[in-house]
């Protein structure tokens, strides 16, 4: 059925220090993943995209990796900051449908 | 440029009460998708408007309706509130031939007693 889940609930990680954020999805049909920081108090923010023919992408200091052969999506944070303090979620989009599933999250908290 | 806007930020209710829930897209924007946020949990899908029609539901009972106005708005309505209902009610917009761009508002906190 539709799922994805992430391995970690929380992530703890240094200032400075890079940050990985696993997630699995159960849907091979899915087209599309996003990432999504949500603060405390707010809605969730766009980070990141990849379709499923890619399986890299880069942003400024993030960088999602897709494998498709384990159905394993990543989000790698360069040089965490402590405004990377958030609640992160991947999400898809099945292929034809024109909604997101989202995974339960991870708490990323930065250390000083 | 505004973005989605929500209103009201919280509301308490009575189970059994009615809520109705708005939304005001980001500027150019013409669908608005719904979704049901509870505590610790990613955003569960409720449903999707565009053209003032609803294009995509979620598992959501009928209890949970909607509606899309010409300028693009929208509401949620959740008719005989139960307990499990309180969460945070989150609108997204995006445009219909981009469906996977979608900005987030901030959000309705509604708490059920």
């Known amino acids: 059925g539709e799922s994805v889940g992430l391995h970690l609930p929380t992530l703890s990680v240094q200032e400075g220090d890079n940050s990985i954020i696993n997630c699995a999805y159960s849907?091979?049909?899915?087209?599309?993943f996003i990432w999504y920081k949500q603060e405390s108090g707010k809605g969730p923010q766009f980070i990141i995209d990849?379709?499923?023919?890619?399986d890299k992408r880069q942003g400024q200091r993030v960088t999602v990796l897709l494998n498709k052969t384990v159905k394993h999506l990543s989000l790698q944070i360069a040089a965490t900051q402590p405004g990377d303090s958030a609640v992160y979620f991947c999400?898809?989009?099945?292929?034809?449908?024109?909604?997101?599933?989202f995974g339960q999250g991870t708490r990323l908290t930065i250390n000083p | 440029d505004a973005g989605v806007t929500q209103s009201p930020t919280h509301l308490i209710k009575t189970r059994g009460q009615q809520v109705t829930l708005r939304c005001s897209p980001k500027?150019?924007?013409?669908?608005v998708s719904w979704y049901q946020q509870a505590l610790g949990q990613g955003p569960q899908f409720i449903f999707q408007?565009?053209?003032?029609?609803?294009?995509q539901r979620g598992n959501f009972p009928d209890r949970f309706s909607g509606h899309q106005f010409p300028n693009y708005s929208s509401e949620l309505n959740v008719n005989a509130l139960l307990l499990g209902d309180s969460a945070l009610y989150l609108c997204?917009?995006?445009?219909?031939?981009?469906?996977?761009?979608?900005?987030f508002g901030p959000g309705t906190r509604l708490t059920v007693t």
């Open positions: 997204a917009s995006s445009l219909f031939n981009h469906p996977y761009e979608q900005y």
């Open positions: 849907n091979s049909a899915s087209d599309y």
């Open positions: 990849i379709r499923s023919n890619m």
């Open positions: 999400a898809e989009n099945i292929q034809g449908a024109q909604k997101l599933v």
């Open positions: 500027s150019g924007h013409d669908t």
């Open positions: 408007y565009y053209e003032e029609e609803e294009r």
